[in-house]
């Protein structure tokens, strides 16, 4: 019933979900929403280098994304990092790219391959590269997700315990380039963020410690992933994006929930 | 030995110095209290002692293997973050339930260890960053204005725990305040901050300090007798000097 390539599919999107839930409650409880919007907007530009260098396009995603993380986090350290910033630098990051991939010449590109995804067209090679990356990202967050947590509470909390904050800071930027680079083919470089963001605060009305919301929010993405993708056959709608509004209705479910239950206890 | 040491120590904030020249030390099982006016460095000095801020000039020493208590001015915690009591208290070490409890009792907590963090009251709040460092079988117990937001009995009451504590423990303590009347008999020695030490010395010596009363003016001094009164211990040697290169960049025209 299952052709080959929609086992690939599933396969690339769960993996995908695996690594965003547990780094989107990082991004959640950070605020850094605008962070993983800039981050991954600046993917396509990334797409546009590789393209035009003739390099795997996986590879310039994630030199671009973490050369752009590493530039949001050396700014916002000296207190210019505001709201404003980000998003500019966000849209920015996103219209260049666009313009710089209208510029390669003599390449045919399915643009709306890496602004929306192109989970159905996912190869053996790709879902390697996806599976190696979040297995990657998954073993560093493991790791250090006591000082990350820490860290993420409260710097001082963490210096005065003997964790290095701004290490732990990179760590999650490097975690989440690597996110970016493997998720631009499975919902495209406009919904990664979503990708990261929304089932992490759908998780949180279900959850009484950080490690229970990272483990829902997994299940939430997975979910979303799986279920987006039936919809997507079934009606004949665009994968990444149906994907992302599947997560987007149980947020919308998930809170109504908590907010009654709030109410009514 | 010290457990922490400064020497010259200078700090910036976006290239403005807010704390210049400060040679201070703290031995173990001081109590010791830094008072200043809002702006007067107080908690960057806090900060460079534990680290998070690097000196502009001078040096900080900590001993080695030096274990911090550390109890925030205020946390903010994200209301995205589940965090259970437990949770809180056991980052970043774990520690068992009963050494939990104990630190819960310690702190004047009943056994809220499940309740969310972000359900507690203010003093509950405060209690529970203290139990925190507690677990940390801290040498040092650095306190910022760890106060703010309770009131008065509150704040006596969260003093009289933190005598109790280091009775127990015998750690340090150093703290952050401008609840002077509160804090200061309990100390065995005082620094007055704005912009640089401006006096330093015995509860009694620093509160009749003309630098000190130029800041504070002479207000305190009912209260800190009315405290005095249930509290009775006696000094070391007098430590009290005065610091008499005042910089003109720091007029003394405040008043509390």
């Known amino acids: 019933m299952l052709d080959d390539f929609v086992i690939r599919a599933a396969l690339a999107g769960l993996g995908v979900a695996l690594a965003a839930a547990p780094l989107g409650c990082f991004v959640v409880w950070r605020r850094m929403a605008y962070f993983g919007d800039a981050t991954s907007h600046a993917a396509l530009l990334g797409v546009a280098l590789a393209l035009a260098l003739d390099l795997p396009v996986f590879g310039g995603v994630l030199a671009v994304a973490l050369a752009m993380a590493v530039l949001i986090t050396a700014l916002s350290g000296r207190g210019i990092g505001s709201d404003a910033l980000l998003g500019v630098i966000a849209h920015a990051a996103l219209a260049l790219g666009l313009v710089a991939v209208s510029f390669l010449p003599g390449v045919r590109i399915d643009l709306m391959g890496y602004l929306f995804g192109d989970i159905l067209a996912v190869s053996a090679g790709d879902l390697a590269v996806i599976w190696a990356g979040v297995a990657l990202v998954v073993a560093l967050l493991?790791?250090?997700?006591?000082?990350?947590?820490?860290?993420?509470?409260?710097?001082?909390?963490?210096?005065?315990?003997?964790?290095?904050?701004?290490?732990?800071?990179?760590?999650?930027?490097?975690?989440?380039?690597?996110?970016?680079?493997?998720?631009?083919?499975?919902?495209?470089?406009?919904?990664?963020?979503?990708?990261?963001?929304?089932?992490?605060?759908?998780?949180?009305?279900?959850?009484?410690?950080?490690?229970?919301?990272?483990?829902?929010?997994?299940?939430?993405?997975?979910?979303?992933?799986?279920?987006?993708?039936?919809?997507?056959?079934?009606?004949?709608?665009?994968?990444?994006?149906?994907?992302?509004?599947l997560a987007a209705a149980v947020f919308v479910v998930s809170t109504s929930l908590g907010a009654a239950r709030g109410t009514a206890g | 030995m010290a457990l922490i040491e400064t020497r010259g120590l200078t700090l910036a904030h976006g290239g403005q110095i807010v704390l210049r020249g400060v040679?201070?030390?703290?031995?173990?099982?001081?109590?010791?209290?830094?008072?200043?006016?809002?702006?007067?460095?107080?908690?960057?000095?806090?900060?460079?002692?534990?680290?998070?801020?690097?000196?502009?000039?001078?040096?900080?020493?900590?001993?080695?293997?030096?274990?911090?208590?550390?109890?925030?001015?205020s946390l903010a915690i994200d209301a995205t973050l589940p965090l259970t009591v437990a949770r809180f208290l056991n980052l970043p070490s774990r520690h068992g339930a009963a050494d939990i409890a104990a630190a819960l009792d310690k702190a004047g907590l009943p056994d809220l260890a499940e309740q969310q963090m972000a359900g507690l009251s203010g003093g509950q709040f405060q209690r529970v960053l203290l139990a925190r460092a507690l677990l940390a079988r801290p040498d040092i117990l650095i306190l910022d204005e760890a106060t703010q937001g309770l009131d008065q009995p509150g704040a006596a009451s969260f003093y009289r725990q933190i005598e109790a504590v280091r009775r127990d423990l015998g750690c340090a303590v150093l703290m952050v305040s401008h609840d002077?009347?509160?804090?200061?008999?309990?100390?065995?020695?005082?620094?007055?901050?704005?912009?640089?030490?401006?006096?330093?010395?015995?509860?009694?010596?620093?509160?009749?300090?003309?630098?000190?009363?130029?800041?504070?003016?002479?207000?305190?001094?009912?209260a800190l007798a009315l405290y005095r009164h249930e509290h009775s211990h006696s000094h070391g040697p007098d430590r009290h000097h005065h610091h008499h290169d005042h910089d003109p960049d720091h007029g003394h025209e405040a008043q509390n």
């Open chain 1, 142 to 245: 493991a790791w250090r997700w006591v000082p990350l947590l820490t860290a993420t509470l409260s710097p001082d909390l963490a210096q005065a315990s003997g964790i290095a904050p701004r290490r732990e800071q990179l760590l999650m930027t490097l975690a989440l380039a690597i996110t970016v680079a493997v998720a631009i083919k499975v919902v495209g470089a406009l919904l990664i963020a979503a990708l990261l963001i929304i089932p992490a605060a759908a998780a949180r009305p279900f959850a009484r410690t950080p490690e229970a919301m990272a483990v829902i929010a997994a299940i939430i993405g997975g979910a979303s992933a799986l279920g987006g993708l039936m919809l997507s056959f079934a009606f004949d709608t665009p994968t990444g994006p149906t994907i992302v509004s």
């Open chain 2, 23 to 73: 040679d201070f030390r703290i031995d173990k099982g001081e109590i010791v209290t830094i008072v200043g006016p809002n702006g007067s460095g107080k908690s960057s000095l806090l900060r460079a002692l534990i680290g998070a801020l690097v000196p502009a000039g001078g040096t900080v020493a900590r001993a080695r293997g030096l274990r911090i208590g550390y109890v925030p001015q």
């Open chain 2, 180 to 222: 002077l009347h509160v804090v200061m008999a309990a100390s065995d020695r005082v620094l007055c901050l704005n912009g640089h030490v401006c006096c330093e010395g015995t509860p009694e010596l620093v509160a009749s300090a003309p630098e000190y009363r130029a800041l504070f003016g002479t207000g305190t001094q009912g």
